[in-house]
């Protein structure tokens, strides 16, 4: 019985492929250093990766039931 769980995944595993999602290039995450200058390609809002964390982290609270 086990022999047959493991069987049935690995080809449940090999039979699937990657999901490729293409991003357009002016919704890319480019990191920034310190003291680099920054020259955007577009305009819009450009955050600070703290801030940011704290924007995800409130919308996962949200999300939840």
Same mark, same amino acid.
């Given at each position: 019985m086990a022999l047959l769980?493991?069987? #049935?995944? @690995?080809?449940?595993? #090999?039979? @699937?492929?990657?999901?490729?999602?293409v991003i357009p290039a002016d919704r890319q995450v480019l990191p920034v250093s310190a003291g680099q200058v920054f020259h955007p390609p577009?305009?819009?809002w450009f955050v600070p990766q703290a801030r940011m964390q704290?924007?995800?982290?409130?919308?996962?609270?949200?999300?939840?039931?």
């Open positions: 769980s493991m069987v #049935a995944l @690995s080809l449940g595993c #090999a039979c @699937s492929t990657p999901r490729v999602v577009v305009n819009g704290e924007m995800l982290h409130a919308l996962e609270r949200k999300a939840e039931p």
